[in-house]
């Protein structure tokens, strides 16, 4: 099974952009409890912690990426580009052979 794919990748950018995985939820469109449940699951698949839960005060508390939560967020990235890529070309191949 899949412990880390588009969803978690989206997760983890949302909370680097809005610094908490609360906002990050709701930016998703997802409950605070689901996101945090498919991070706790990817932090214990992957043995690594993807964020630090900074509790606050009177000013809130905020999550941040651990250092290797940035490298599976940089690195998701790179492979999905990858992807990407090779899907073009092979559409371009599929229009040709369709004579588009």
């Known amino acids: 099974t899949c ?3 588009r969803g978690k990748w989206q997760l983890l950018d ?3 952009k809005t610094g908490s995985l609360q ?3 709701a930016a998703l469109g997802i409950s605070y409890r689901k996101a945090w449940g498919d991070l706790r ?3 214990k698949a992957l043995e690594v912690s ?3 839960r900074h509790r606050g005060g009177a ?3 905020n999550s941040s990426l651990t250092e290797e939560g940035k490298r ?3 690195e998701y990235a790179r492979f999905q580009n990858e992807v990407d890529a090779h899907l073009d070309k092979a559409f371009m191949r599929f229009q ?3 004579g588009k």
């Open 3 to 5: 412990v880390f794919g």
């Open 14 to 16: 949302a909370i680097d």
């Open 23 to 25: 906002a990050a939820a």
């Open 41 to 43: 699951k990817a932090e």
């Open 50 to 52: 993807l964020i630090e």
């Open 59 to 61: 000013a809130g508390g």
């Open 72 to 74: 599976w967020q940089r």
């Open 96 to 98: 040709k052979r369709m």
